[in-house]
């Protein structure tokens, strides 16, 4: 394993890769999805998403740990490897939930450099961590709003977007006691 500024630069390789493939994620599903609701969600974050890939990637060439074409290679084959299971997740609610798996990775990711960063008095390695996981909790906290609510519609077999879904998602989300049946 790397150590010193090798480690920090293989780090931020994988950082760079495995972000690239949740933002690629976000805008093939912002023209694929079904569901309005969830392509708006892309649509909103993919602004943001786009400024941390070019925080990244403007700090990996600062570092000089430039991917390499072995790095892009792999990077491609991440994309090609997440490409096909999205193939079999064939509805908006599996898609969207794979979403939130790589959200989530990346958020942790930029949690590690956030904390790392303030330990190392390496103000722009945390300050970029600190950016990329605000924004990361924002994108999983609304996007697990909205796979709670087409969970409950597919249970329940209703339209997406209906009142009945958001009703017995902001009832679930408030803690009152609603309708226990399960349809």
């Not at 084959?77 to 997440?82: E, N, P, S």
């Not at 908006?92 to 942790?108: C, K, N, P, T, W």
């Not at 990711?109 to 300050?127: C, I, P, S, V």
Request: hydrophobic share 35%; net charge negative.
């Amino acid at each position: 394993m790397d150590r010193g500024v090798e480690f920090l630069k293989s780090q931020v390789n994988n950082a760079v890769m495995q972000h690239q493939t949740f933002l690629k994620a976000l805008e093939d599903h912002e023209g694929q999805a079904e569901d309005a609701r969830y392509r708006d969600l892309c649509s909103r974050h993919i602004p943001r998403m786009r400024e941390h890939q070019r925080m990244l990637e403007d700090y990996q060439g600062r570092l000089g740990a430039e991917s390499g074409m072995g790095k892009k290679a792999l990077g491609a084959a991440l994309g090609v490897a997440r490409d096909l299971a999205d193939a079999t997740r064939e509805s908006d609610f599996l898609r969207l939930v794979g979403d939130i798996v790589m959200a989530r990775q990346s958020e942790d990711t930029f949690k590690t450099f956030r904390e790392a960063g303030r330990a190392l008095g390496n103000e722009e390695l945390a300050r970029i961590g600190e950016t990329g996981e605000r924004h990361h909790d924002e994108y999983v906290k609304e996007a697990n709003r909205l796979v709670q609510q087409m969970f409950v519609e597919h249970v329940r077999d209703i339209a997406p977007g209906t009142q009945a879904s958001l009703d017995a998602t902001a009832t679930s989300s408030t803690g009152t006691a609603g309708d226990s049946r399960l349809l």
